[in-house]
Nanobody
Framework: QVQLVESGGGLVQTGGSLRLSCAASGRTFSRYTMGWFRQAPGKEREFVAAFRWSGPISMYTYYADSVKGRFTISRDNAKNLVNLQMNSLKPEDTGVYYC?????????????????WGQGTQVTVSS
């Protein structure tokens, strides 16, 4: 079992930055695929970013086209943290952001069924 707790959400103006963190506890998560998703009001949840392991030391990152070049996903295994640095924020980035984890590590993490989810943290970007 893996427990995920997001933090770092808030209100920011267009062009601003926020850093979200996801604290993982429970089973060893260092080899888990970790992802960030978001859900805007009235819309379905959508993929934002993820990374997965490919072999013992290789790791791949994936981003939604809408955030590529503005968002960066990173992890700190020593602290059991997964971070999402969000720069140049836009009003359309507004939503509840969720951290997710899965033991799956082959293929495209944008299509995975994630096993564990956090409770979400609200991000609001004002125009």
């Amino acid at each position: 079992q893996v427990q995920l707790v997001e933090s770092g959400g808030g209100l920011v103006q267009t062009g601003g930055s926020l850093r979200l963190s996801c604290a993982a506890s429970g089973r060893t998560f260092s080899r888990y695929t970790m992802g960030w998703f978001r859900q805007a009001p009235g819309k379905e949840r959508e993929f934002v970013a993820a990374f997965r392991w490919s072999g013992p030391i290789s790791m791949y990152t994936y981003y939604a086209d809408s955030v590529k070049g503005r968002f960066t996903i990173s992890r700190d295994n020593a602290k059991n943290l997964v971070n999402l640095q969000m720069n140049s924020l836009k009003p359309e980035d507004t939503g509840v952001y969720y951290c997710a984890a899965t033991g799956t590590s082959s293929g495209d993490p944008r299509t995975y069924e994630y096993d564990y989810w956090g409770q979400g943290t609200q991000v609001t970007v004002s125009s």
